[in-house]
């Protein structure tokens, strides 16, 4: 069994249990936005808990007072146990399913991480039946092939949503979760608030603070909606509602838009809580710094222009993105995105868009 220090724990890893360091930085986000979401005396629910690295460090870092730790797999349930023991945290771990866990639990969660292998959707479910008014839910994808649209037809029968296989489709799969995620809140009169999303490497992560109630229920489910998308122009356009009809033809180059959703169309982030974790992050390592000042500058707005596409279809040469997003940032708002790279978040349309890379040349 190798030991391994991450953040203020030291872990055993071995005999077979799941553990990538690589997503140390994911572990780093989590741990500071409940540290931001002032999370006091929590009770948490580390649902596929593995080594138990997530449920140890949320309680040694993020302030969290009791701890319950699942894993179906007993050798990791053996290993969060040990590892549990070794930190001196007092968590109550459980070699059992989410699923048998919520039919037998008796108190509900303030937070609950999903971070299965592949796709949360088979979980979510219970957890919300684990959940309160306020319950963080921190849920993990790594199904981004589904729901990027490489596999559109799993998108389709797991999530609902027609995906595309575009430029847009790491914002596009986050918000098709997200949405998903709504639509699961509601039956049990939850709406949701996304406080943070992202799409990173080879995986997903939203984070949604639930409000229970019907009317919260059914405005986030009519957060969802439509986006049509043009794939001779790149240009976007979205409509929420749980009917909405989005315009299919293009208002910039007249060709029929392709429909592409439904998806969350609301807000992606909670901007406040978000820049209290770029404060707070000055003690973490670069990567994470780097990270939560990016996701922290980024416009929460629907969707961005690629430059490169924008060059390719005015049939010009590779162009700096920096002059484009200082020449559009004389009128409009502009940021970049972790999203996807040369590509410009902006409240400006297409028409400004290509007007300003057609003048960066
Ligand atoms: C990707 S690993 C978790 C990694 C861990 N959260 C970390 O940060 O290192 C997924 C774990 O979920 C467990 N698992 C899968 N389905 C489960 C379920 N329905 N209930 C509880 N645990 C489950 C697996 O056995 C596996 O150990
Ligand atoms: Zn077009």
């Not at 649902?47 to 949320?58: D, K, L, P, S, V």
């Not at 319950?135 to 490489?150: R, S």
């Not at 000042?293 to 060059?311: C, G, H, M, Q, R």
């Not at 484009?324 to 409009?332: D, E, S």
């Amino acid at each position: 069994m190798e030991r391994i220090r991450e953040g203020a724990a030291s872990i055993g890893v071995g005999g077979g249990v799941f553990y990538n360091p690589k997503m140390g930085k994911l572990r780093d986000i989590s741990i500071l936005l409940l540290r931001a979401a002032k999370i006091r005396k929590a009770k948490l629910l580390d649902a596929t808990a593995a080594t138990g690295i997530r449920g140890i460090r949320y309680a040694l870092e993020a302030g969290v007072v009791d701890t319950t730790m699942l894993d179906i797999n007993s050798a990791a349930y053996r290993n969060a146990k040990a590892n549990a023991r070794l930190n001196r945290v007092k968590a109550n771990v459980l070699g059992k399913s989410l699923q048998d866990f919520a039919g037998s639990a008796q108190r509900a969660f303030d937070a609950i991480d999903l971070d299965p292998f592949g796709s949360p959707a088979p979980l979510v479910y219970d957890a919300l039946r684990l959940s309160k008014d306020g319950t963080i839910l921190m849920v993990t994808a790594t199904d981004t092939a589904t729901l990027c649209g490489a596999e559109g037809s799993a998108c389709q029968r797991i999530y609902g949503a027609k995906p595309i296989h575009n430029e847009l489709c790491h914002e596009g799969g986050v918000r098709i979760l997200l949405n998903f995620i709504a639509r699961n809140a509601g039956q049990f009169n939850f709406g949701i608030e996304p406080l943070l999303s992202i799409a990173d490497m080879h995986y997903m992560r939203v984070f949604v603070r639930l409000h229970r109630g019907a009317r919260e229920a059914t405005a986030s489910v009519g957060s969802g909606g439509f986006v049509a998308y043009c794939s001779r122009c790149h240009n976007f356009a979205y409509k929420k509602g749980v009917v909405a009809q989005p315009d299919t033809t293009c208002n910039n180059c007249g060709a029929r838009m392709q429909a592409y959703g439904p998806m969350w169309l609301g807000a992606l982030k909670d901007a406040k809580l978000v820049s209290e974790m770029a404060a707070l992050s000055s003690k973490y390592g670069e990567g994470t710094k780097r990270f939560v000042t990016l996701l922290n500058e980024e416009l929460d707005i629907p969707f961005f222009y690629s430059v490169p596409k924008a060059t390719s279809y005015l049939k010009m040469g590779s162009i700096p993105i920096d002059k484009v997003v200082n020449a559009l940032g004389k009128r409009h708002s502009v940021s970049r995105t972790h999203f996807e790279k040369d590509v410009i978040k902006t409240t400006a349309g297409i028409g400004d868009v290509l007007a300003a890379v057609a003048k960066a040349k």
